[in-house]
């Protein structure tokens, strides 16, 4: 058990939905990621928070994504008007940064399928 | 996209037999890391080796890291049937100041009893 948690688990929507997934981090953690993963192939970075600031973000994050994190605590990631490419396991993890080590410890996941 | 490649894509072996994966990545880096995941699990954080350092135990787990060469290889000593899963490594950018992770595309591992 990581003590990151992420709900739900399983998200089935059709396309053209909204969607929302909700990772709560360790609790004195300050950074937190979201990634993308596709059957078969490792995790790709999505975005970056530290802290309630979100710092980072990938060109894979269309304009239909957004995320947060109010007050630094959990964080949600919502996707608008859902496509079928959206399909995929997305995986949370969260870090405290120490020097030289930047171990991050990630959440079960959300796999999402768009039909 | 990914930094880089896993070799081989899948390995398959008898119980108690040692089990290498490599990895190969692009840019130079702060420190690689490995991690395993089982079907449709998450992560889980194995070992982690800094840029300066040559090779790194943990328990059955050995790492070495060429960053001449770019690449890293994970042995598993006498392996096991739960040693079964997926074994990515993972990048941190020597620029990158979010510190995030650049994964490669994973090694398939089956240990038959």
């Known amino acids: 058990d990581t003590g990151v948690s992420q709900d739900p688990r399983h998200k089935i929507t059709k396309r053209g939905q909204n969607v929302t997934f909700r990772c709560d981090p360790i609790?004195?953690?300050?950074?937190l990621y979201w990634y993308r993963q596709t059957l078969g192939q490792g995790p790709e970075f999505l975005t970056y928070?530290?802290?309630?600031?979100?710092?980072?973000k990938s060109r894979l994050l269309s304009d239909r994504f957004s995320a947060e994190r109010p007050k630094g605590s959990f964080s949600t990631l919502e996707i608008q008007r859902t496509e079928q490419g959206d399909s995929a396991m997305y995986l949370c993890?969260?870090?405290?940064?120490?020097?030289?080590?930047?171990?991050?410890?990630f959440g079960p996941g959300t796999r999402l399928t768009v039909l | 996209s990914q930094q880089g490649e896993e070799d081989p894509q899948a390995l398959s072996i008898q119980e108690g037999e040692n089990a290498t994966m490599n990895c190969s990545y692009k840019?130079?880096?702060?420190?690689l890391q490995w991690y395993r995941q089982n079907s449709g699990r998450g992560l889980v954080h194995l070992i982690l080796?800094?840029?300066?350092?040559r090779e790194k135990h943990s328990g059955r787990l050995r790492v070495t890291l060429d960053t001449s060469k770019k690449s890293s290889s994970l042995l598993i000593t006498a392996s096991r049937a739960a040693d079964t899963a997926s074994y990515f490594c993972?990048?941190?950018?020597?620029?990158?100041?979010?510190?995030?992770?650049?994964f490669g595309s994973g090694t398939r591992l089956l240990v038959r009893p």
């Open positions: 993890a969260s870090s405290l940064r120490d020097y030289g080590n930047n171990e991050q410890f």
């Open positions: 609790s004195e953690h300050n950074r």
């Open positions: 928070f530290q802290n309630e600031a979100q710092l980072e």
């Open positions: 840019t130079s880096i702060n420190n």
């Open positions: 080796i800094r840029s300066n350092e």
């Open positions: 993972a990048t941190e950018g020597r620029m990158d100041s979010s510190y995030k992770l650049i």
